[in-house]
């Protein structure tokens, strides 16, 4: 689904020196050059946020902090493919900077030096270029010894903006038959006057103040993380500077049935647009809504359905409940042999639950019976009530006991009220109550 929250970063702004004049007096036998100032030095030195003539202690301590501060078990998730380009970039930068005969040789060939086959004894693994190329598109044109010449890059796969995830309610009877809707949203979008450069179209940005054109600092007012910036005279006048404008749209979702709980409706592309970046998505994840009538598990459907004292012992033959999509569910339950239904007895009446997504097929319903019993005094006429008894069947035995107690009971109590009891811990002497002293047993 894309990355949720992903940050694009920026560490360094190319240099605008040329990295494919070479210099020319080289003694091949021993590698050595008669060198100009350092021109490529000075590039990966900025990846280590340096000068180009810093010493060896200050080398190394910005190696340390700008290790410890790209390292990929220091940032989220989202975040961990940035870290690891620019971890192993900065891990590169520092080995070439710190040794002398790597850094002549690297304005003298570039990363070409260190190829395999090629003098440098450097891990060939990761190359800078490469990784330089992947964060900021300054990979390549470093030429060099041994027919180096520019090396040759492909089209850099933009990054991917931000998803944008909503929770989406829905009924049951949505996601029983299904659903499409259309609905307004704002979002922003490259501004169509400046194509997202910002400025007008012959002006030039400046370079950032604040972050010294390498737009490492994000969210800065200023450059917005781009290390570039124009004067309030060469700002578009659509966008202000900002290089995207909102704008509504009206998006269509389309939710299949038999969806569930949790499943996601993806809108691809219908995020945020920012320059140079492929546009995330909007996610709507699906929150099912509780439902008066039906209870889901999976593809099944359960109920609970009333019916009377007489249809649980004579049977019935009518409809017993409505479906999500508004049919009368009818049951047909003749009168058994003997076989009434019981209360909480359960009927299963197959391919009425949910829809399967894609396919003919449904689960089952399965409808749990409650028996209605009769309200008091329905039956007032004596000689009726001695005929319903003959009728129904006779009760149990009588249970045989020694000692038998008629008690008194409470009707209608609810079992709420069962272990609220108080215990009466506290022993409580006759003799005390009628104002007499307590007995001494006798020994």
């Known amino acids: 689904m894309g990355n949720r929250r992903a940050k694009s970063k920026t560490w360094l702004t190319e240099d605008s020196g040329s990295s494919t004049q070479q210099h020319r007096s080289v003694r091949s036998a021993t590698f050595r050059v008669t060198r100009k100032p ?4 000075s590039r990966i030195a900025e990846v280590l946020g340096i000068s180009r003539n810093a010493s060896k202690a200050e080398v190394k301590k910005a190696y340390h902090k700008a290790a410890l501060s790209s390292h990929p078990d220091k940032v989220g998730e989202s975040e961990r493919a940035d870290a690891e380009i620019k971890f192993k970039s900065v891990s590169k930068a520092y080995e070439i900077l710190s040794d002398d005969d790597k850094r002549e040789l690297y304005d003298a060939q570039g990363m070409s030096a260190f190829e395999a086959g090629n003098r440098g004894g450097m891990d060939s693994e990761v190359d800078l270029e490469d990784l330089l190329a992947q964060m900021f598109g300054m990979g390549g044109g470093t030429g060099g010894m041994n027919g180096g010449g520019p090396r040759p890059s492909g089209p850099r796969k933009p990054r991917r903006g931000e998803d944008e995830e ?6 049951l009877e949505e996601l029983y038959k299904g659903k499409t809707t259309k609905f307004a949203s704002k979002k922003n979008v490259i501004c169509s006057l400046c194509k997202g450069r910002g400025g007008k179209e ?23 993380g781009t290390g570039k910036i124009y004067r309030d005279k060469d700002r578009c006048k659509k966008c202000k500077g900002e290089r995207v404008v909102e704008e509504k749209k009206v998006l269509e979702i389309y939710i299949p049935r038999g969806s569930k709980e949790g499943d996601k409706i993806v809108l ?6 920012l320059p140079d970046q492929e546009p995330g998505s909007i996610i709507f994840s699906l929150v099912e809504t509780a439902h008066s009538t039906f209870r889901r598990a999976g593809p099944d459907l359960s109920a609970e359905v009333q019916i009377s004292l007489s249809e649980a012992l004579c049977g019935f033959s009518r409809t017993l409940i409505k479906h999500l999509d508004g049919r009368g569910i009818h049951v047909k339950h003749p009168r058994s042999d003997g076989e009434p239904l019981k209360p909480k007895s359960v009927i299963k009446v197959p391919g009425e639950g949910m829809p399967y997504k894609k396919s003919e097929l449904r689960g089952d319903l399965y409808l749990i019976i409650n028996v209605e019993f009769p309200e008091a005094n329905w039956l007032k006429q004596d000689h009726r009530m001695e005929k ?7 009760p149990a035995d009588p249970i045989q006991a ?31 109550e009628d104002g007499g002293q307590p007995q001494c047993a006798q020994q």
Not at 38 to 41: N, R
Not at 205 to 222: D, F, I, N, W
Not at 388 to 394: A, F, G, Q, R, W
Request: proline share 4%; net charge negative; hydrophobic share 25%.
């Open 38 to 41: 350092l021109i490529l030095t």
């Open 166 to 171: 909503h929770p989406y309610n829905v009924t």
């Open 202 to 224: 012959k002006s030039k940005p400046r370079e950032c103040v604040a972050c010294h054109g390498r737009g490492m600092q994000q969210g800065l007012k200023s450059c917005k």
């Open 268 to 273: 691809e592309g219908e995020a945020d647009q």
């Open 388 to 394: 319903l008894k003959e009728l129904l069947p006779k």
């Open 402 to 432: 020694e000692t038998v107690d008629d008690v008194d009971y409470v009707k209608d109590a609810n079992i709420n009220g069962f272990g609220a009891g108080n215990e009466g811990d506290q022993w409580e002497d006759e003799d005390e």
